[in-house]
């Protein structure tokens, strides 16, 4: 399994590697994983969907990263905001209520 | 006595005086060359690094590469031929080609919701992925991994994302007559692609007129 983490300047970095089933690399892959999210980063491993069409997964500890992911991908998080009143539609909803910020 | 004391102190004053000057004079050099650095360092500005012209380049071809081993191959084609993705809304009751919605996601620009069976145009999503460290002095993912981010967020957690951007009418930021020219061409590289074949349903832009 890799760590990789995109960065500003570089593309990717790959920040740890190691077996997950080897107790010291998985310690050490862990202490990597944790490293970033308490950095304020997002972790996300690429996989498939049930119908095979690639996606993604967000992750937010180790244990959710599955054991034969060869991948965690971790990017800073997302900044946007939005107004109360513009939470929980789905794009396709009017347009009325989710007004312009 | 009086008169004797007070020439004592004032040679052992003068004594210390002496016996500390070169210690006294590395502090003060210390000190001076310390606050010059700092002066110099504020002058120059925030974490200056050498410039390298390739640099962005070469980052820009790993995330290209990254992107490409990440999303389907026919995903990668477009982007490579089209510069945008195409990603299909899941929050309707349809899922995939067929859906009731879907994204375009370009580089460092909003995200944009349309309606694939008539071409229009729903919200602009600004969202963005900045790296506060600024390693190399900016803190903007280089393009393919700042489309890499978005496809990843909104694959993984739609609503999350979308919730938590700015939404705005379409033409905040990018010009409607613009996405439509890239809906038209989208529709137009998947009949080429297809051969000649209808493409199925839902896998164009059917609303929009082919150019």
């Known amino acids: 399994m890799k760590l990789l983490r995109l960065k500003p300047g570089h593309g990717e970095i790959l920040l740890a590697e190691g077996d997950i089933e080897v107790p010291e690399q998985e310690r050490e892959l862990i202490e990597a994983f944790r490293r970033e999210l308490d950095a304020g980063l997002w972790a996300a491993v690429p996989t498939a969907s049930r119908d095979g069409r690639r996606e993604a997964e967000l992750v937010k500890s180790f244990d959710d990263v599955p054991r034969d992911a060869e991948r965690v991908i971790f990017f800073p998080r997302a900044a946007g905001g939005a107004a109360p009143a513009a939470r929980g539609a789905s794009p396709g909803a009017s347009s009325a209520k989710r007004t312009a910020l | 006595m009086a008169l004797a004391l007070g020439t004592a102190a004032v040679v052992l004053v003068a004594l210390l005086c002496e016996l500390g000057r070169p210690r006294a004079t590395e502090l003060a050099k210390a000190a001076l060359g310390s606050w010059r650095a700092r002066r110099h360092a504020s002058l120059r500005g925030p974490a200056l690094v050498a410039y390298d012209p390739g640099r962005e380049l070469r980052a820009e071809h790993r995330a290209r590469e990254l992107l490409r081993s990440c999303i389907e191959p026919e995903d990668w084609a477009m982007y490579r031929d089209l510069g945008f993705l195409r990603v299909w809304g899941r929050l309707g009751d349809r899922d995939g080609p067929g859906a009731a919605y879907a994204y375009l996601i ?43 981010a978005k496809w990843m967020a909104l694959t993984a957690d739609e609503r999350g994302l979308i919730n938590g951007a700015n939404m705005h009418l379409p033409g905040r930021q990018i010009d409607p007559d613009l996405i439509r020219r890239d809906l038209q061409r989208l529709a137009r590289w998947e009949r080429e692609r297809a051969g000649g074949r209808p493409v199925a349903a839902g896998r164009q832009a059917e609303g929009v007129p082919a150019a």
Not at chain 2, 111 to 121: D, E, K, N, W, Y
Not at chain 2, 125 to 136: E, I, L
Request: aromatic share 12%.
């Open chain 2, 106 to 148: 370009y580089p460092h620009r909003p995200i944009v919701a349309f309606v694939p069976h008539t071409g229009a145009l729903l919200n602009e999503y600004c969202v963005a992925f900045p790296d506060h460290s600024k390693p190399y002095g900016s803190s903007r993912l280089p393009d393919s991994d700042d489309v890499l």
